[in-house]
């Protein structure tokens, strides 16, 4: 039985694929592996003033004061501001989407029930000595009519 000639595109495959094979060569006894890449940058622990948004993409639990219950806060990027972060508030009394940033330890969000609307604001600052895993502050209905201080604390194996 013959074999049918190669096509110009088999013998070009056949050629990147032999030009691979021949690239990837073993390392000798007196060769070492590159070294591994070093860990990431959120396994350093920084100081309160050093945490940046890219700190607080995750989920992290809210507590409260006053209040019974505690919610998740999940923060991602924001697509339509870098130096911000966006996410939701997921809670007993209903979902809210929310935005901030903080800047040199002092943590703000704005908190909307509507999508469209301001319903609360959260001030807070990084708390030194967590590692920016905790934050706490002061959430202010809009109406400023009611105030709860919380405390957020980043939870891990989500981000």
């Known amino acids: 039985m013959k074999t049918p000639p190669l096509t110009p595109h088999t013998r070009l495959a056949a050629a990147l694929l032999m030009a691979l094979t021949l690239s990837a060569r073993p390392l000798h006894a007196t060769e070492t592996a590159p070294a591994p890449a070093p860990p990431a940058a959120h396994a350093a622990c920084p100081a309160a003033d ?13 507590t409260w004061d006053d209040l019974p219950e505690p919610a998740l806060l999940t923060l991602g990027r924001d697509p339509d501001n870098p130096g911000g972060v966006r996410g939701t508030l997921t809670r007993r009394s209903g979902p809210a989407q929310l935005a901030g940033d903080v800047e040199q330890g002092d943590f703000t969000l704005e908190e909307s029930t509507d999508g469209q609307h301001i319903s609360a604001n959260w001030v807070g600052s990084v708390t030194a000595d967590r590692c920016g895993q905790d934050i706490r502050g002061l959430w202010t209905a809009a109406d400023a009519a009611t105030q709860h201080r919380f405390v957020l604390r980043k939870q891990h194996g989500w981000d």
């Open 50 to 62: 050093a945490v940046t948004v890219l700190h607080l993409i995750g989920a992290w639990r809210v």
